[in-house]
């Protein structure tokens, strides 16, 4: 079956730094879907990216597919205090979205 | 608007006792309905999915199950909980297919099984 993977699993910042988490996928993706946790509360969507070599910006947040559609990033710019909390990717197959394996980001002020 | 009702959002149970978690959806109509688990500090574990009334797709074999009564209604259920139970578990809505829709979570049932 699919799998997504996603890294680092953790990752810990001075405020002000920048911090990028890598999701790999198994097979190709049609699209890919980005999802932010904060601590204590469900998953909320962030993008989605649909085609090859796409990049697209939200404020500090910039989210790259890859040209062969099979991974993708994303990379915060001078992190916040309020940007703690996890991302997941996910690859959307059929009815279903594989989640990645998350990255647990820890803003240190 | 559409909105995504999830309850109780906190719960303890003994082992051995029975489960019922209940997510509603408002504001839209024949939604693909999903259960996930989170375990603490992990990733999302599909459980179920659902594509209409009375439709069940399991994706990991175990003590629970799913059922969908109503087009908006999605109900996640034990006979007989287990330790390995406890858990985060999220109900979520998406519009069609997975490729053209991204999930909508409701705010989660925290349950503790002792």
């Known amino acids: 079956g699919q799998q997504v993977m996603q890294i680092p699993q953790y990752q810990h910042v001075q405020e002000g730094e920048d911090f990028t988490t890598y999701c790999n996928s198994s097979t190709t993706l049609s699209n890919i879907q980005w999802y932010k946790q904060r601590p204590g509360g469900h998953p909320v969507f962030l993008i989605q990216?649909?085609?090859?070599?796409e990049v697209k910006k939200q404020k500090r947040l910039t989210f790259q597919f890859g040209e062969a559609k099979k991974n993708s990033s994303l990379h915060i710019t001078a992190t916040q205090t309020t940007d703690v909390g996890t991302y997941f990717c996910?690859?959307?197959?059929?009815?279903?979205?594989?989640f990645g394996t998350g990255t647990s980001l820890t803003v240190i002020p | 608007s559409q909105t995504i009702h999830q309850w109780p959002a906190t719960l303890v149970q003994p082992v051995g006792s029975p489960l019922s978690l209940e997510c509603t959806v408002e504001?839209?109509?024949?939604?693909?309905l999903y259960w996930y688990r989170q375990a603490a500090g992990r990733g999302l574990q599909l459980l179920f999915y659902?594509?209409?009334?009375?439709?069940i797709s399991s994706e990991v074999p175990q003590n629970l199950s799913a059922s969908r009564p109503q087009d908006r209604q999605f109900i996640l259920s034990s006979k007989k909980l287990l330790l390995s139970d406890s858990g985060f578990y999220l109900c979520?809505?998406?519009?069609?297919?997975?490729?053209?829709?991204?999930?909508?979570f409701g705010n989660g049932t925290r349950l503790t099984v002792t």
């Open positions: 979520a809505w998406a519009q069609g297919q997975a490729r053209n829709s991204p999930l909508h």
């Open positions: 504001g839209t109509s024949n939604p693909n």
């Open positions: 990216l649909v085609k090859s070599g």
């Open positions: 659902s594509v209409g009334i009375g439709q």
């Open positions: 996910a690859g959307p197959a059929g009815n279903q979205f594989y």
